[in-house]
């Protein structure tokens, strides 16, 4: 089993849409864990930090649930400019090496 | 702003070649990175340091070696390129802290091993 994994997609959306991605982890004592976005021939860039009471930034809502080993982003009233890939990104040990899902690719279309 | 650079954006080499990639970064951070990147794959962890002259193997470290004599440099080294290292390759960097750290990237090199 891979340690982060999630559904490559592509999810195809219409603008104005609600999108939501999932992505589990395979390692139960990992520590912290985010969301990144990569657009196309770019680099990943930090979307948001998931803790574990959840947390919202604007249109975009990051859950984690321990027990479950599962993490989810929420994208609401999805944006043309939102077309990227979503990695999730679990750190096993506080601040060194970074585990990275393959990621899912998001269109948003007119 | 944290800057990472790579000293360069597209390479192209022969096999059996030395090849050296370099990466900068501008923030003292403690931490560096290097992955590599490939469809269906994802960012596969080659190796890191997290401190001058300390380095740790990631998940494939096979065919590669790193150098960290500076805390702002880390050079990922690829002693004889092979056609199967053909990738992107991405260097990143953070702090070491409690709690969550962000990395941060470098833009990229996209290497192609003839």
């Known amino acids: 089993r891979k340690e982060v994994e999630q559904d490559p997609g592509p999810f195809n959306v219409p603008e104005g849409a609600t999108v939501a991605f999932n992505c589990t982890y395979s390692?139960?004592?990992?520590?912290?864990f985010f969301w990144y976005r990569q657009d196309c021939r770019k680099e990943p860039k930090l979307l948001m930090s998931?803790?574990?009471s959840g947390n919202e930034d604007g249109r975009f809502t990051a859950q984690l649930n321990r027990a479950s080993q599962y993490i989810s982003l929420l994208i609401r009233d999805s944006k043309l400019s939102d077309s990227a890939t979503y990695l999730c990104?679990?750190?096993?040990?506080?601040?060194?090496?970074?585990?990275f899902g393959p990621g899912t690719r998001l269109s948003v279309l007119p | 702003d944290v800057k990472v650079t790579q000293s360069s954006r597209y390479l192209v080499k022969r096999t059996g070649e030395k090849v050296f990639l370099e990466c900068v970064q501008d923030?003292?951070?403690?931490?560096m990175f290097w992955y590599r990147q490939d469809p269906g794959l994802g960012l596969r962890l080659i190796y890191f340091?997290?401190?001058?002259?300390?380095?740790e193997k990631g998940d494939i470290p096979e065919g590669y070696s790193v150098s960290r004599e500076k805390k702002e440099r880390f050079s990922l080294i690829l002693e004889s390129a092979s056609t199967n290292q053909t990738s992107m390759y991405l260097c990143?960097?953070?702090?070491?802290?409690?709690?969550?750290?962000?990395?941060?990237f470098g833009p990229g090199t996209r290497l192609t091993v003839l």
């Open positions: 990104v679990v750190n096993p040990h506080y601040g060194q090496n970074f585990v």
């Open positions: 340091s997290y401190d001058v002259k300390m380095k």
């Open positions: 990143a960097s953070s702090f070491t802290a409690g709690g969550n750290v962000e990395q941060f």
């Open positions: 390692n139960s004592a990992s520590q912290s």
């Open positions: 998931v803790y574990s």
């Open positions: 923030m003292d951070h403690e931490n």
